[in-house]
């Protein structure tokens, strides 16, 4: 099935300090989900972007969705302890059944 | 709480052995996803299944084999177990195909010794 490529693997920052991660595709994408998994804890739902060029947000993060739907973005604006984790982005698989997840990229945040 | 269940939280046994995981699906949830976590891996999906039905299938090894129940629980039997298979196993689920996202279970963690 298709495979989204996450950057960075892992990102080190100082708490205030923005952060953003990214989800590439060498193919164009139906849509695109992001989950947030804390240390120890299970993956939550973030949020599905599903229109090319689409800009969402939540409160301190944004998420962006390429024109040509193969790549999405996550940032999150000065980064708190509470961000600590592995944000991931999912993919509909070719079946269209099932997500599958890029490697994540694993945040952190020291105060 | 998450709403979706999963028995149980640790398990520990020796090769060889056979191990049975279980789920319980959001209240209302038809479709009932497995992921293994791994370190190395990240999340891999295994199989889902849909109101009974299997719908789909990953990288699920032949030792492996599932099934969803009329009542909509759903179980993950882990068979000749090797080290390798040590990992954490996720169940999910969705009211349909998840378009508006999975909720997770808080996993079983297995270790093979």
């Known amino acids: 099935g298709q495979q989204v490529m996450q950057i960075p693997q892992y990102q080190h920052v100082q708490e205030g300090e923005d952060f953003t991660t990214y989800c590439n595709s060498s193919?164009?994408?139906?849509?695109i989900q992001w989950y947030k998994q804390r240390p120890g804890g299970h993956p939550v739902f973030l949020i599905q972007l599903v229109k090319s060029g689409e800009v969402k947000k939540q409160k301190r993060l944004t998420f962006q969705f390429g024109e040509a739907k193969k790549n999405s973005s996550l940032h999150i604006t000065a980064t708190q302890t509470t961000d600590v984790g592995t944000y991931f982005c999912a993919e509909y698989s070719n079946s269209g059944y099932a997500l599958n997840f890029g490697k994540g990229t694993s945040l952190l945040v020291t105060p | 709480d998450s709403g979706v269940t999963q028995t149980p939280k640790h398990l520990i046994t020796a090769t060889g052995q056979r191990v049975t995981l279980r789920c319980s699906p959001r209240?209302?949830?038809?479709?009932v996803y497995w992921y293994q976590q791994s370190l190395d891996q990240g999340l891999q999906f295994l199989i889902q299944y849909y109101n009974g039905e299997e719908r789909a299938k990953g990288n699920i090894l032949e030792r492996f084999s599932a099934q969803q129940f009329p009542d909509l629980h759903s179980e993950l039997n882990l068979s000749s177990l090797e080290l390798g298979d040590s990992a954490l196993y996720f169940c999910a689920s969705s009211p349909g195909q998840g378009w508006n996202g999975y909720t997770f279970g808080s996993g079983t963690r297995l270790t093979v010794v």
């Open positions: 209240s209302g949830d038809l479709s």
């Open positions: 193919t164009t994408l139906s849509n």
